[in-house]
């Protein structure tokens, strides 16, 4: 496994619609082997394949300490209900802002097997699975904020925003 470089702020490979996975081949194992180093390096709760500038549809997330989901040419099925809250990007370190989700997602993947699984996920696990997916279609969550917060209110909104803020000084 290695840890590879999250691309930042205006590159132009976020803004990029990612292709489906043909087939899941060791680079492809290895592409997310290396995502999940990448995301818990970050201290990131998810990651999808553009941010470390491969245009495949992957992603990783990690909303709950080492319940690692990979989903793999993902689809959002279902969604309902509606949550409020902070989010922010590695890709966009340093910031946040309000976004609007659904509180019930359901998406429906490949994993690193090939084989095809449905994923619910309410609350955190909803909001990540909605923003790595907007990452393959090259949407980033300051495209549908609310409002963004300053970085003050930032620090007391979300304090583990702060320690990936501390951590990109380095
Ligand atoms: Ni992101």
Redesign the pocket.
């Known amino acids: 496994m290695a840890k590879r470089k999250i691309l930042t702020d205006n590159d132009p490979t976020l803004r990029t619609v990612c292709r489906p996975v043909p087939r899941i081949t060791p680079r492809v194992i290895t592409l997310l082997d290396d995502m999940v180093e990448t995301m818990r390096y970050a201290n990131g709760v998810?990651l999808?394949a553009p941010?470390v500038g491969v245009l495949l549809r992957a992603v990783v997330i990690e909303t709950e300490p080492g319940v690692v989901h990979e989903l793999i040419n993902p689809e959002i099925i279902e969604t309902s209900g509606e949550q409020e809250g902070s989010e922010g990007?590695?890709?966009?370190p340093g910031r946040s802002g309000h976004v609007k989700r659904p509180n019930y997602v359901k998406v429906k993947a490949l994993n690193r097997n090939g084989e095809e699984y449905v994923l619910e996920g309410t609350e955190l696990l909803a909001r990540a699975i909605c923003?790595?997916t907007d990452?393959l279609d090259g949407h980033?969550?300051i495209d549908f904020a609310d409002y963004m917060y300053e970085p003050e209110e930032e620090e007391r909104v979300s304090p583990r925003l702060r320690k990936h803020a501390r951590k990109h000084e380095r």
Request: glycine share 8%; net charge negative.
């Open positions: 998810g999808a941010q990007c590695l890709s966009l923003h790595e990452h980033l969550y």
